[in-house]
DNA sequence: CGCTTTGTTCAAGATTTTTTGAACAAAGTA
DNA sequence: TACTTTGTTCAAAAAATCTTGAACAAAGCG
């Protein structure tokens, strides 16, 4: 049978440690969509290939198979994992008479996009509010009357845009929670917003 | 005078090419906040800190000022502002009686979101509209039925977000662009939407 | 023209980020 | 306890990205 190898590894949890298992061809080119994807949000290849594999996979998958199927460094799967873990990106499923940790991916896109915009955006926003009180004490130093003014005027500026960015992460967030949203709905499985 | 030299940068269009000039301190904290804006957002230090450099100076100033403060190459300052003109967060300003290019920023938080929306992330939504439909034929050649009905799940799910982070584009322009968003309107020459 | 001023290009060097893999920890098993 | 399986850590190697500066264009000027 063509694909053999990859098939077993789908469709059964495999007890084995046999062959290094190649993709599919519309593995690969899917998966490579998520590497480019995780590029854009500044997230290494290794980041977008563990979630493109899981993407693709209709089983939850172990750290091994996902590190054997990827060709990558188990050190990489291990801090990969950490991160997509923590984004919410990935979540751990235990699986039964299994020791080994099993993971599903995140298919909710409102639950990927608040993950990261906690953990990647918000931080940089919220240490900006520190940073414009610092850069606003310098200016106060600053001797000549009439640069410390435009100084003052441009820091207000800064300050309007970031009060603006705050205000529109909740509408972003609104916007992709709305089912209204949604049109044509998968049919079984993966139904999630 | 305290700070003269960085005083008489910043208020005239210094046809000398006298010293190094250095940033005040709230320049240069000012200047790290846009690098980190930068780095936020996939730029380099070098975009970071150029538009930094415009966004404090009170002046438009031109490509040696630029590469004179900062202290940066003439590659750098060239390939910065190529990028940033392209992005319309900087405009070339004619001044009169001189030849040099001139430089300003864009002020509009709206306009420099839509000039990074159009350059940076577009380009990378509309190409996945053609490698979806790849993948879709890829999948087609997958044997094994059960496989190819959860592939074909798994890529219309990916459509689906494809499909709402486009109709989010325009929800996220029209929140920056309503006047009602902004509170307390900078009291001079830059009140920007 | 020949000279200067202004800016661009791009290969090579510098820096930063990512990946690797060997050593280590943790926990189950016998 | 000794041994195996599963996963993590982290220093060093590899790869990707950014910066530099010298060579090159383009255009004004005398």
Redesign the pocket.
Known sequence: MLFSDRVCMNSTPQVSDSKPLALAPWETSMIEMFVRAA?LV??????GEIYGLLFCASQPM???ALQKRL????????????VLRQLGAVQLQYVAGD???HYVPELSMKRLVRGFIRDQFNPHIESGESRMAQVRELIDSESDAAIREHAMQRLSTLSNWQKRIRRLLPVVMAALGGAKFLEDIPSNDDVVI
């Open positions: 590029n500044g997230l290494p290849r290794s980041i172990t750290f091994d060709g990558i460094s188990r050190g990489s799967v291990s801090q990969g994992l950490k020791r080994k940790d």
